[in-house]
């Protein structure tokens, strides 16, 4: 039975045979290995909170929200990473920066091991590493493991 506002279950009826196909419960397609597929149906049964088989708007936010937090928390620490190598907070890390830290307690690294890594992520060798030259790179995995 409708209301008298147009909502209640037929509304509801009409809007779910309108979701876009992949706001349905996916069905296993044949070229997913069975693990990916399991995954998958692991999100959807945190995304699908009310268990009807659909995800609605609200799902959506709410799920796609708790991604963004993390998302941030990661830029966070990236910006946190760079702040770290960036002594004199100018925004750009310079070699001798760079220097610093990469043969702070590492063995490893040589003074030429640094330098041609530093040349590697300088994006137009410009003599300094700028924070997209820092996201863009490998460099928080090897200055951080």
């Known amino acids: 039975m ?3 506002d147009g909502t ?3 509304r509801r009826e009409r809007r779910k045979e309108s979701v876009i196909p992949f706001l ?3 069905k ?3 070229e ?3 693990e990916h597929f399991e995954e998958l ?3 959807w049964a945190k995304a699908d909170v009310d268990g009807d088989g659909f995800i609605s708007l609200e799902e959506y936010v709410k799920i796609m929200s708790a991604n963004y937090v993390s998302i941030d928390m990661e830029k966070e620490r990236m910006k946190a990473a760079f702040n770290l190598l960036d002594k004199n907070g ?3 890390i310079s070699l001798s920066e760079f220097q610093a830290v990469m043969m702070f307690n590492n063995n490893e690294m040589t003074k030429k091991k640094v330098e041609e890594l530093f040349k590697e992520v300088d994006s137009g060798g410009k003599g ?3 924070y997209t030259d820092f996201i863009d790179s490998h460099i928080c995995s090897v200055v951080f493991q």
């Open 41 to 43: 149906e692991e999100w």
């Open 24 to 26: 349905k419960k996916p």
């Open 8 to 10: 209640g279950p037929r």
């Open 28 to 30: 296993k397609p044949r």
């Open 2 to 4: 409708e209301n008298k």
């Open 128 to 130: 300094y590493l700028d």
């Open 90 to 92: 100018d925004g750009r």
């Open 32 to 34: 997913m290995s069975e």
